[in-house]
């Protein structure tokens, strides 16, 4: 049984590899993020073959569940958090489109594999590897620092900006000197 479609969880040495789930703070959903972040949400993914490149297989790899994340693709912003992207209706919209003027940036994640992989999908659970995007790029861990504002509630006082920090997943050049994420397939399944 050889890989080209597949499902899995994305276990890895910093933990499980999730999705922010916040339907209060649409800005913070759908970011990719370890199982410590304190609106974490676990995530299957779905891993479709692309092509094969240097020994690297490359996959579209998209959400497999969840009424507001099923089939969106895993990208990277303009700064190197990497999310989902085409989240609901009209995201997918945006994205079909995008995908048929070939705009946007290029979706396809390259498997490195760092130990042996005979290439059946009974044997890539035993595989660790990095996931890199289209410069080459490994995923990593960064913290990220979100200020939120208070106000005072008196006339001519001013408000209180707190700060509070939340770890997700990365690939801005910045993270390729920390720490790359090693990463270990769970719950394999052919699709």
Known sequence: ???NSFTAELGSDRGTIGVVDSTLNPRLDGWLCPSNH?????????FTLQGEHDGDKSYHIS??????????????????WVGLYGLGVVGR???????????????????RTLSEW??????????EFHL??????????????????????????????????ANYVSVNKEAQKKKKIRFKLRDIRAT
């Not at 959400?63 to 190197?80: D, H, I, K, M, R």
């Not at 005072?152 to 700060?163: H, L, M, N, P, Y």
């Open 63 to 80: 959400a497999a569940e969840g009424w507001a994340y099923t089939g969106a693709l895993v990208q990277t912003s303009t700064t190197g």
């Open 38 to 46: 304190d609106q974490f949400s676990p995530m299957r993914f779905t």
């Open 118 to 127: 005979d290439g059946d999908l009974k044997t890539l659970g035993n595989v």
């Open 1 to 3: 049984m050889n890989a």
């Open 132 to 165: 890199l995007d289209r410069y080459g790029q490994a995923m990593s861990i960064e913290s990220y620092r979100h200020d939120s504002v208070s106000p005072s509630g008196e006339i001519g006082k001013r408000a209180t900006v707190s700060s509070t920090f």
């Open 93 to 111: 919209l945006v994205d079909y489109v995008t995908a048929a003027n070939s705009r946007g940036p290029d979706p396809r994640w390259r498997i």
